[in-house]
């Protein structure tokens, strides 16, 4: 750990301290001799959660009179909380874009401790590219998705604030790790002997691993660095998914079969889960906005700026990074 000395010995408060991302930066914040107060829901998972270390407190976002714990206490705030999947658009501003108004306007009036906000945003925001070219902070943002349109304003809520906030925004690509479930879908596929390429081969992407991720995070909360400006953060390098497949299958040490699935076939199956989700309260594990996401040509962006900026160098490339994730899934048997 390299970027935290601000944060020995001040207060944080990290919203969606239960998820992926939020649960492994509320462990590297206590690593680095801060006090946590960690934002989850009632219904919240806390098994990645230590809760004899931090202060828990229950807050729904989704309600528009909930209120920001210990806000006078605060030095850092860590906004992680989101959704990733919902069952409409509503559903996904709600979260991603009207719970940042609430959050900020109360950090605004009653946060007078406070150094800096970390803005969580993601690379679908902006969306996707064109293959071959990265996108950069300069590139207009242009998100396909509800998901995309709904983090893009809560980056826009977040910007406004850090008028009178410092706050940075950070958009990552595909973040994996320990923990995490989507990939680790892939992983497991992976792992019985079967790559899926959905569409043409030679789709590329950036990534980012969870430390590096949350260590970029530490590194961006840095009070003297502050410029209200969002960043894109991976590690630096493009991938394509069969790379990505191929590495994993090494690792693992399995052959690997190719199932090609046409895109024309994506669409009766997102319709089939969606009307499957229409009887459950939960999103469908699949859906039309997902089809989206996956046929796009490229999800990767230059993370050149933050790196400059904020003298960040990711420590994780895809090697070690899935060697990592994969131990540590077979030590949990995930795997
Ligand atoms: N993982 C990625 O690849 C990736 C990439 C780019 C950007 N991001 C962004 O990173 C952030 C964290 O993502 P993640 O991967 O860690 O997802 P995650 O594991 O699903 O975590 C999301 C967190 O938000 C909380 N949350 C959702 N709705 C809430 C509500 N109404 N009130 C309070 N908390 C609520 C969740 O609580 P529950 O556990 O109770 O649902 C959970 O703690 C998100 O903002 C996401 O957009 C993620």
């Known amino acids: 750990m390299t970027a935290s000395l601000h944060l020995k010995g001040a207060t944080a408060l990290v919203t969606g301290a239960n998820g ?16 946590v107060h960690g934002l989850v829901r009632e219904s919240s998972n806390l098994k ?11 807050v729904d976002l ?100 850090s008028q009178s906030i410092p706050l940075t925004v950070i958009r990552p690509p595909v973040v994996y790790g320990p923990r995490e479930e989507n990939f680790f879908t892939f992983i497991k596929l992976i792992q019985k002997g079967w790559g899926l390429q959905i569409g043409r081969a030679g789709k590329e992407l950036s990534l980012i691993y969870v430390s590096d991720l949350v260590e970029a995070m530490l590194k961006a909360s840095d009070p003297s660095k502050q410029k209200g400006r969002s960043y894109f953060v991976t590690d630096g390098r493009v991938y394509i998914w069969e790379q990505i497949a191929k590495e994993c299958a090494r690792i693992m040490n399995v052959d690997v079969k190719t199932l090609k699935v046409p895109e024309a076939m994506l669409v009766p199956v997102a319709l089939f889960f969606e009307a499957w989700s229409s009887f459950s309260s939960k999103p469908a594990l699949f ?12 999800w990767s962006a230059s993370p050149e700026n933050f790196f400059k900026e904020f003298e960040f160098t990711p420590q994780y490339e895809l090697s070690r990074g899935l060697a990592e994730t994969i131990n540590w899934c077979q030590q949990e048997k995930w795997l």
């Open 287 to 298: 859906d039309r906005q997902r089809m989206i996401d996956i046929r796009q040509s490229s």
């Open 62 to 161: 989704a309600r528009s009179d909930f209120k920001v714990p210990a806000l006078e206490e605060l030095d850092y705030v860590f906004h992680c909380a989101g959704l990733t999947k919902a069952k409409s658009r509503s559903g996904y501003f709600q979260i991603n874009a009207v719970a940042c108004s609430n959050l900020y306007e109360q950090c605004q009036k009653r946060g007078s401790r406070i150094k800096s906000i970390v803005h969580l945003s993601s690379l679908a925001a902006t969306g996707p590219g064109p293959q071959g070219r990265l996108v950069d902070e300069i590139t207009p943002c242009k998100p396909v998705t509800f998901y995309g349109q709904s983090k893009l304003a809560g980056e826009e809520i977040a910007l406004q604030y």
């Open 48 to 58: 990645w959660l230590d809760t004899s270390k931090i202060d828990l407190h229950r």
């Open 20 to 35: 992926f991302i939020g649960s492994h930066l509320v462990d590297q914040l206590l690593a680095c001799g801060c006090k």
